[in-house]
């Protein structure tokens, strides 16, 4: 079985700064894309894209984010992260992480994480 935990999400004042963590575990083959997604008070049917990350280091960013937000990732520990700078009141959301995994069992899929809060308020 394969899961994601995330970690790092709080209250921070606007222009501060969060990292979120996001380690893979389980019976895991290969890891490729990973990225975060979020989902905004009262638009819980919307998820909008922030980041991803390839295996290879290939990182694309949501335009909302860019220039603030740096996606990384340890390949050797299956973990993503989200260092995310110069917060402003509209990033607060709770924050996914999914990644594209092969399994031990070889069966491909995205799987997601549980979520975590972020609050951009002063």
């Known amino acids: 079985q394969v899961q994601l935990v995330e970690s790092g999400g709080g209250l921070v004042q606007p222009g501060g700064s969060l990292t979120l963590s996001c380690a893979a575990s389980g019976s895991i083959f290969s890891v490729y894309d990973m990225g975060w997604h979020r989902q905004v008070p009262g638009k819980q049917s919307e998820t909008e894209f922030v980041a991803q990350i390839t295996r290879g280091y290939t990182k694309t960013y949501a335009d909302s984010v860019k220039g603030r937000f740096t996606i990384s990732r340890d390949n050797d520990n299956n973990t993503v992260y989200l260092q995310m700078n110069s917060l402003k009141p509209e990033d607060t959301a709770v924050y996914y992480c999914?990644?594209?995994?092969?399994?031990?069992?070889?069966?491909?899929?995205?799987?997601w994480g549980q979520g975590t809060q972020v609050t951009v308020s002063a």
């Open positions: 999914n990644a594209d995994i092969i399994s031990s069992t070889s069966i491909q899929r995205d799987y």
